[in-house]
């Protein structure tokens, strides 16, 4: 959003002066540096308004004792300092444990989910680059799930795996003799893989797309090059495709990251208010922390956290992207 | 040049609609004093169904008063933070139904208007209420934050035809015959009894049953949780062992929270289930009220009545008044006219529950056997459950830990005194702290 927002107004400081402008170029010059802040300000407010006021609120409330007793005017609970923190990250006690489990069960996910998305969009993409009958079609179809809404598609999801009556274990169970009794999908262990699922079939059409749109940037010619070279096609994947979508794959990644680390939706859908631990993820946590147990504080307090780890890892990622991205262009 | 002065005299024109209109939301709050808004809580079988049980209703209120009421009606799993939502904003409806259990809760919240004298002399007095609904108001020595509305109470509901192939003469009253009936019933891809494994609500509802049967109350008589005291560690063992050690209760119901175990007992699936008037739900699943059979709820041994011989919470839906209302008399009228013998008669007939009026419940319409059981409940053997702040987190915290447990005995994991105990040490630990 941003970055489309400074790439536009910057246009009019490079386009040729015309004549009637050149007769007070003190004046239009001046006009040209503000003329971007100013297409930029009503973004900026926005921002502000919907990001930023809230994001500050939200770590007030986290050093107040914010119960049920003070939601009608939280300004009126009482300061707590870092009591909430404290709560929060006392591993030793069950609402610290609870997050730390939280907390690692969402990085083993968003690792398994980013990279499974990842992996599939880009393989799908290089796939369907050959042009051949029925690439429309699959490409279409292929996007199904992105353009599918999140509730609709999810609640279908949960449907398919319930236990007695899904699809799922008709056909793993009923029809291919997988296992001596149907397993249970939406409850116990197997959430987590149930959550993987879902996840995956709703983000990889995204890393299909974005790649999809990155390897029309790669000049035909150095593939007709390479294979003229000799190189074949899996030389020519690892040594032209990928390094060319480098820098496509270090904004994608990162997306994929943020939203799955972040991802609410799916879990909230697919097994209510009360997520099974295997698949506690830590969106749905802090709701359940916050709304369900009326601990506002501590929810608030868990967000800042999430917030603060989200910050950091994002920061060392764009950090070495950007080194490594130097040290290529050397 | 002026093309690029007439752009960004748009976009700033429309950023700030954008943001002005961002901002002046809320216009529900300035509705005029002859209109109020109603939010109805989910009673029949569908939105749509309660949608045209009430607007007859409303409509002849608005004939006699002139008030003309805007109805919402929400789904059970929405309604606490849609509730929630409108305490923090100040920006909810005049008047909302919501579940008893939650009166202390939302009571402390301090969004709802009491009932102090004067306001339950609007609408005619207490007594016009019987006390078992009355103790589901807010908690105990303050004023009343809500007025009951509809009354329920659990019993045992048992499929005839399946009880009558298993050679079981007569439904059974304590828990050592539910088993025993249970054993019978379970074979042929059949089980006992139904539960919902997944639905918190429920699960609250049936352990703090049981925990009264074994002397427990989940919170200390000054209000701080005791969720691990041997009667609650006993009582919720005793529930979930159902599943894990009497088998029977089918693994699946491990799952439930959509009311499937109505559906497996319509279909001829489950022998038993403990409900509050399912009768509609039975109905619109196609089973005949020839088909099934009600019975008081089990207890340990000999008949219901007080203390460890208690049946059931007293459930129920209550009326309450959001305090900033602009229409408080509008309100209170509203209150009165929808707690009048004529309205609680028509409504509690159409959602199958007993009127929390003393003098409706009269009305010879809620003699028939299957309500008769529930009346005598209320009247005798239900209780409560804990008129606490914190109960509506109790629900959640505790009812999560029996879904925990009911998940281990599904996948065939041990259930034992040790981890039962555990689990509601980790429930307690996530209740907010005083």
């Known amino acids: ?330 | 040049m002026r093309r690029v002065r007439a752009a960004v005299t748009g976009v700033v024109t429309l950023s700030l609609a954008f943001t002005a209109t961002a901002c002046g939301g809320g216009e529900g709050s300035e509705s005029a004093p002859k209109t109020l808004t109603y939010w109805a809580s989910n009673q029949g079988a569908s939105l749509e169904v309660d949608k045209k049980v009430l607007q007859p209703e409303l409509d002849q209120f608005e004939k006699e008063t002139g008030i003309k009421v805007k109805l919402e009606v929400i789904p059970w799993s929405d309604l606490l933070n849609r509730i929630l939502t409108a305490t923090t904003s100040g920006q909810g409806p005049d008047i909302l139904n919501i579940g008893n259990t939650w009166s202390a809760s939302l009571q402390s919240t301090g969004a709802l208007l009491p009932w102090d004298a004067k306001n339950l002399e609007a609408i005619g007095g207490k007594d016009r209420f019987v006390d078992s609904a009355l103790g589901s108001t807010g908690v105990p020595g303050q004023d009343p934050a809500a007025v009951p509305l509809y009354s329920m109470a659990y019993a045992l509901y048992y499929n005839k035809q399946m009880f009558k192939d298993a050679g079981i003469a007569k439904p059974p009253t304590t828990w050592d015959e539910v088993t025993a009936a249970g054993k019978k019933l379970s074979k042929n891809g059949k089980s006992g009894i139904g539960v919902e494994g997944s639905n918190l609500s429920n699960n609250i509802h049936q352990v703090f049953v049981l925990g009264k049967q074994h002397g427990a109350d989940f919170f200390t008589a000054d209000g701080k949780p005791d969720f691990t005291s041997d009667g609650a560690v006993a009582a919720v063992k005793q529930y979930v062992d159902l599943m894990a050690v009497q088998k029977i209760v089918a693994p699946g119901n491990a799952e439930y929270a959509q009311n499937q175990s109505l559906s497996d007992f319509a279909k001829n699936k489950t022998g038993m289930v403990l409900w509050q008037t399912p009768s509609q739900t039975f109905s619109s699943q196609g089973m005949g009220p020839e088909e099934w059979g009600v019975a008081p709820a089990p207890v340990p041994s000999g008949k219901p009545g007080q203390g460890a011989q208690t049946n059931s919470m007293v459930a129920g839906i209550n009326l309450a008044v959001f305090k900033n209302t602009k229409n408080l008399d509008g309100a209170l009228k509203f209150v009165k006219y929808m707690t009048s013998d004529e309205e609680q008669i028509v409504l509690n007939k159409a959602y199958g529950s007993v009127p929390p009026v003393k003098s409706a419940q009269k009305d010879p319409g809620f003699a028939a056997p299957s309500l008769a059981v529930i009346r005598d409940t209320l009247a005798t053997s239900a209780a409560a459950l804990p008129q606490v702040p914190e109960e509506s987190q109790f629900e959640t915290v505790v009812g999560t830990a029996v879904k925990e447990l009911f998940a281990d005995a599904a996948a065939g994991r041990p259930v034992t005194t040790e981890s039962v105990k555990a689990k509601l040490e980790k429930a307690q630990q996530q209740m907010p702290k005083k």
């Not at chain 1, 009360?274 to 501590?298: R, V």
Request: one cysteine or more.
């Open chain 1, 1 to 330: 959003m941003t970055e489309t927002a400074v790439a536009h107004p910057t246009e009019p400081a490079v386009r040729k002066a015309t004549p009637g402008e050149a007769r007070a170029p003190r004046r239009s010059g001046r006009r040209r540096i503000a003329l971007p802040y100013l297409l930029l300000l009503p973004a900026l407010l926005l921002e502000l308004l919907v990001h930023l006021v809230p994001m500050l609120m939200g770590i007030a409330m986290s050093f107040k004792e914010l119960t049920q007793f003070y939601i009608r005017n939280w300004g009126e609970a009482p300061w707590s300092g870092f009591d909430n923190y404290t709560v929060a990250i006392d591993f030793d006690a069950p609402v610290g444990q609870a997050l730390l489990k939280s907390f690692l069960t969402t990085c083993l996910f968003t690792v398994l989910s980013v990279g499974l998305c990842w992996f599939l969009g880009t393989a799908a993409a290089i796939f369907l680059q050959e042009n051949f009958k029925g690439r429309g079609f699959l490409r279409t179809l292929f996007l199904v799930p992105y353009a599918l809404p999140v509730y609709a598609a999810v609640i279908t999801w949960a449907f398919m795996f319930q236990r007695d009556n899904g699809l799922i274990n008709h056909v793993l169970h009923d029809q291919l003799g997988i296992g001596d009794s149907p397993a249970f999908w939406l409850i116990g262990d197997n959430a987590f893989w149930t959550l993987l699922v879902v996840s995956v079939w709703k983000g990889w059409p995204f890393a299909f797309l974005t790649v999809m749109a990155g390897l029309q940037n790669i000049p035909r010619d150095m593939y007709e090059a390479a294979a003229l070279d000799g190189a074949g096609v899996w030389k020519q994947i690892r040594h032209i495709t990928l390094p060319s979508l480098r820098s496509v794959n270090q904004v994608l990644v990162l997306v994929l990251f943020l939203w799955t680390f972040n991802d609410f939706n799916t879990p909230f859908v697919l097994f209510g208010k009360a997520a099974p631990e295997a698949a506690d993820l830590i969106s749905l946590h802090i709701y359940q922390s916050s709304f369900q147990t009326w601990n506002f504080g501590t929810g608030s307090a868990m967000s800042v956290l999430l917030l603060l780890f989200l910050l950091v890892v994002t920061g060392v990622y764009l950090l070495l992207t950007s080194r490594g991205r130097k040290t290529s262009d050397v």
